[in-house]
Nanobody
């Protein structure tokens, strides 16, 4: 059974950096993309970034493009989210999840619908 465990969250000052980790248990053949999502208090969960596990393609939300970087370590079965130049509006609980729907020839999506096997989340607070 596919399971995700997020870690690396914490308190960071505006303009600072943080790296989130998503440890994946289960076979990589079970999913085609891994996504990072976040949910701020009082707001809906939104897609932040995702990566295709077959060809390494990546996608970013406009709000984090140029500041966040998603990466995957297949040997460690882990996915990371490097967050640079963070802003107060990046404060949220961050989650990772898998898209098990087979696809090819396109990038992963940031819509929540296809994703499942959600982790418990890790809190990121950006504040001075």
């Amino acid at each position: 059974q596919l399971q995700f465990v997020e870690s690396g969250g914490g308190l960071v000052q505006p303009g600072g950096s943080l790296t989130l980790s998503c440890a994946v248990s289960g076979s990589a053949t079970e999913y085609y993309a891994i996504g990072w999502f976040r949910q701020a208090p009082g707001k809906e969960r939104e897609g932040v970034s995702c990566t295709n596990t077959r060809d390494g393609g990546t996608r970013y939300a406009d709000s984090v493009k140029g500041r966040f970087t998603i990466s995957r370590d297949g040997a460690k079965n882990a996915v990371y989210l490097r967050m640079n130049t963070v802003k107060t509006e990046d404060t949220a609980v961050y989650y990772c999840a898998a898209d098990k729907t087979p696809f090819e020839g396109r990038l992963c999506v940031l819509q929540i619908g296809p994703y499942e096997s959600w982790g418990q989340g890790t809190q990121v607070t950006v504040s001075s």
